[in-house]
């Protein structure tokens, strides 16, 4: 069975401070990891990442994917009010599976 | 306009019976999936349908159950044997070429209370 885990489970910061989230994978056939963002309803994607050691940016925010030790960060730096969300990460898998981790809720404090 | 629709947006039942979520798609999107959120809690796949008339079992298949007759169309059944059902259901759907890239359309939920 396909394993996504992510931690932590859930974190409060205060604006400005710097977080970085963590997701492991235990999977057959990787493809690809996937980063969304989920505010209230519908998740919106942030990031896809296929290779190792390439850092993706936007903004604020930055990923990186190590293939070897089968894990990914999610980095958002200087946080704001609005980043607070649940962040999920994703893998895909051949034969077009999506398997979600189980979220890490992120509050940021004025 | 093109998107994912999925109803109701809420729903309510009582024990025992069963209920069909509907999600449907105008982007002629090859890939469908039916996820199930808990709150505070990630996703997990239910069921996914690559092309019509053909669907794969996700982690968590066990008292739901699809069809895929149309590719616009992956209505999502809530049996009477799913234990514990109350929850949000997340449809989802992409280009099969799109589905690594992260190029997922999710509708806007249906949240199933059952009392």
């Known amino acids: 069975e396909d394993k996504v885990v992510q931690s932590p489970l859930s974190l409060v910061v205060h604006e400005g401070d710097t977080v970085t989230l963590n997701c492991s994978y235990e999977?057959?056939?990787?493809?690809?990891l996937l980063w969304y963002k989920q505010e209230k309803k519908a998740p919106t994607f942030l990031f896809m990442l296929t290779s190792s050691g390439i850092e993706k940016k936007s903004g604020r925010l930055s990923s990186i994917l190590d293939k070897k030790e089968l894990f990914s960060i999610l980095n958002i730096t200087a946080t704001q009010t609005g980043d607070s969300a649940i962040y999920l990460c994703?893998?895909?898998?051949?034969?077009?599976?999506?398997?979600f981790g189980g979220g890490t809720r992120v509050l940021v404090k004025p | 306009d093109g998107g994912i629709t999925q109803s109701p947006k809420y729903l309510f039942r009582k024990e025992g019976q069963n209920v069909t979520l509907s999600c449907e798609q105008n982007?002629?999107?090859?890939?469908m999936y039916w996820y199930r959120q808990d709150p505070g809690q990630g996703l997990r796949l239910i069921y996914y349908?690559?092309?019509?008339?053909?669907?794969q079992k996700g982690d968590i298949a066990e008292g739901y159950s699809v069809s895929r007759e149309k590719k616009e169309s992956f209505p999502l059944t809530v049996t009477s044997a799913q234990k514990n059902p109350t929850a949000f259901y997340l449809c989802?759907?992409?280009?099969?070429?799109?589905?690594?890239?992260?190029?997922?359309?999710f509708g806007e939920g249906s949240r199933l209370t059952v009392l």
């Open positions: 994703a893998v895909t898998t051949a034969g077009n599976k999506l398997t």
């Open positions: 989802a759907s992409s280009f099969i070429a799109g589905v690594s890239t992260g190029e997922l359309f």
């Open positions: 982007l002629n999107h090859d890939a």
């Open positions: 349908s690559q092309i019509v008339n053909d669907f």
């Open positions: 999977v057959t056939n990787f493809r690809s």
